[in-house]
C-alpha cells in the first residue's frame, strides 16, 4: 500500500509539472526597484494562475535591438518582449512578432485605451504592439528655485516667457555667486536629447512625415524649433553638450537646474530623500504654436515562437492581467512614478493609482503629466500610425540628437544641420 501511495503521489506531482506552463519575456528595466515591482507582478499573476510559471530576464537597452534580432533569427526567441515603437517595427521588419488587433479591441472595450496610444503599433492595416504604458514629458521644475530668483510662483507659459526666465534665473543666481542654471537641456548624442529636442519640436508642429510616409523633416518649423533649442540651450550647465539621463538628474536634484522638459520619474528620488520640492506644468509653446509634447508609449510584442510553442493562450492572459487598472498601477506607480503612466481611461482614473504614497505626494505634478497625454506626440508618428517604416531605423540612429549637437557645438549651421539631417534620413528610406 506504502509503494502504491507512494507511485500515486510521484504520477500526481509528474502531472502537476508536465501541466505547468513556463512564460519568458524579456524588458529592459535594469534598476532594483523596476525589477522588484515586475516580480511582485508576476507574483500575483501565479497565484492566480498557479498553472502558469512566468519569468522575467532583462536585457539592458543598449543590447535590445541586436539581441532581438539575433533571436529571431536563431528561432530562440521569449514569448513576448516589453518595448518601444521602434524596437517593434524592427521585430515587424525581421517578420518575428504576431498581429494583436484582436487583444487589442477586447481590451479597449473593456478598459478604453487612450487612442493616441494606439497610433505607433498600427502598421499595414493591423496593431502589432500592445501599449502597456506611456512616458509624457511636462516642464518639470524647483518651486523654490522658481519662487526666489523669478519673485513669483507663476511659471512661463510661452516660449519668449521660457528664455526670459531661464536667462533670469542664470544670471541673478551667478551675481550672487550661485551655480544655479535656468533650464536644463542636454546635447549629447543620445535618446535623451533626441527627446527633449522633440519635444520643442511638437510645439511647433513638427512632423518627420506627411501621411503618405513621404519625409517633410526640412521644414521652416524645424529651423524653428532648432533655433528656439540652441538659444535656450544657452542657460543649461556648462558640459551639457555630452549629457545624458544620469547627469541631468543629478544636477537637478542636486539643485543646480530650476525646470527642464522632462520625464517625471524623479519622483521616487526626490521621495526617498524626503524632498518635495518638485512640481510641473504643461511645456511652455509659441504664441502662434501648439501645446505638445513628447509622449512615448510603451508596449509588448508577442513572438510567433509563442504561438509555436503553444503558449499564445498563456502569454494572453498574462496580458489581460497587467492591464487590469489595479494590476496597471503596480505596472506604473510602482516600477516608476511619473515616468510610467496609464494608458487606459480606467487605469487613470483608479484609485489604485492615486492612492499611490508617491502619486499622491506630487498630486498636482501628477495630473498634470496624466493630462499632457491627449496632446503629446511621438517623432515619426504624428499622422495617426506608421506611414514609413524607416522610423524605426531614424529613431534608433538618434538623428534628431546628432544635429542638436552639431547646431549647439557650431559644427554647422542650424540649415546645414537640418539639411544633413534630412539627408541622413533620406539614406534610411533608400535602405
Not at 492566480?48 to 543598449?62: L, S
Request: aromatic share 12%; with cysteine; charged share 20%.
Amino acid at each position: 500500500m506504502k509503494k502504491v501511495l507512494v507511485v500515486s503521489i510521484v504520477l500526481l506531482l509528474v502531472t502537476f509539472i508536465m501541466a505547468e506552463t513556463t512564460i519568458v519575456f524579456w524588458h529592459h528595466e535594469s534598476p532594483a526597484h523596476r525589477v522588484a515591482a515586475f516580480q511582485k507582478v508576476i507574483d500575483l499573476f501565479e497565484q492566480e494562475y498557479p498553472d502558469i510559471k512566468v519569468v522575467q530576464q532583462v536585457v539592458p537597452w543598449d543590447d535590445a535591438y541586436t539581441k532581438t534580432l539575433a533571436a529571431i533569427n536563431a528561432g530562440t526567441t521569449p514569448d513576448f518582449q516589453f518595448s518601444l515603437p521602434d524596437l517593434t517595427i524592427t521585430a515587424y521588419q525581421a517578420n518575428g512578432i504576431i498581429p494583436l488587433g484582436e487583444l487589442i479591441e477586447e481590451i479597449d472595450e473593456k478598459y478604453d485605451f487612450i487612442d493616441s496610444q494606439l497610433e505607433p503599433y498600427m502598421i499595414n492595416g493591423n496593431y502589432w504592439g500592445i501599449p502597456i504604458w506611456t512616458m509624457p514629458m511636462v516642464l518639470i521644475y524647483r518651486p523654490s528655485i522658481i519662487e526666489k530668483y523669478l519673485e513669483t510662483s507663476e511659471l512661463p507659459k510661452n516660449w519668449n516667457e521660457l528664455l526670459l526666465a531661464a536667462q533670469k534665473i542664470t544670471l541673478k543666481a551667478a551675481a550672487e555667486g550661485e551655480e544655479i542654471y535656468g533650464i536644463g537641456l542636454t546635447a549629447g548624442n543620445n535618446l535623451c536629447t533626441q527627446e527633449q529636442v522633440y519635444t520643442i519640436m511638437a510645439n511647433v508642429g513638427v512632423e518627420l512625415f506627411d501621411e503618405n510616409g513621404n519625409l517633410t523633416f526640412n521644414s521652416p518649423e524645424t529651423l524653428r524649433a532648432v533655433e528656439f533649442y540652441k538659444d535656450l540651450f544657452k542657460f543649461s550647465p556648462p558640459g551639457a553638450t555630452g549629457w545624458a539621463w544620469g547627469e541631468i538628474e543629478m544636477n537637478f536634484a542636486a539643485g543646480k537646474i530650476a525646470m527642464m522638459p522632462y520625464f517625471g520619474g524623479l519622483q521616487k528620488r526626490f521621495f526617498d530623500m524626503g524632498i518635495y520640492d518638485l512640481d510641473g506644468v504643461p511645456q511652455p509653446f509659441p504664441i502662434d504654436g501648439q501645446r505638445s509634447s513628447l509622449v512615448f508609449p510603451n508596449d509588448i510584442h508577442v513572438f510567433k515562437s509563442a504561438k509555436e510553442k503553444g503558449h499564445l493562450e498563456e502569454v494572453y492572459e498574462f496580458i489581460r492581467f497587467i492591464m487590469r487598472p489595479e494590476i496597471n498601477a503596480i505596472l506604473t506607480a510602482q516600477t516608476e512614478p511619473g515616468s510610467f503612466v496609464p494608458v487606459t481611461v480606467a487605469a487613470q482614473e483608479s484609485d489604485a493609482y492615486w492612492n499611490d504614497p508617491i502619486i499622491n505626494q506630487f498630486e498636482h505634478l501628477n495630473r498634470v503629466i496624466v493630462d499632457e497625454i491627449e496632446y503629446g506626440k511621438l517623432y515619426g508618428f504624428e499622422t495617426g500610425s506608421v506611414v514609413n517604416l524607416a522610423i524605426g531605423s531614424i529613431s534608433g540612429a538618434n538623428l534628431l540628437a546628432e544635429m542638436i549637437q552639431n547646431v549647439v557645438t557650431e559644427k554647422y549651421t542650424i540649415e546645414e544641420a537640418v539639411s544633413n539631417t534630412t539627408e541622413r534620413m533620406r539614406e534610411f528610406l533608400e535602405e
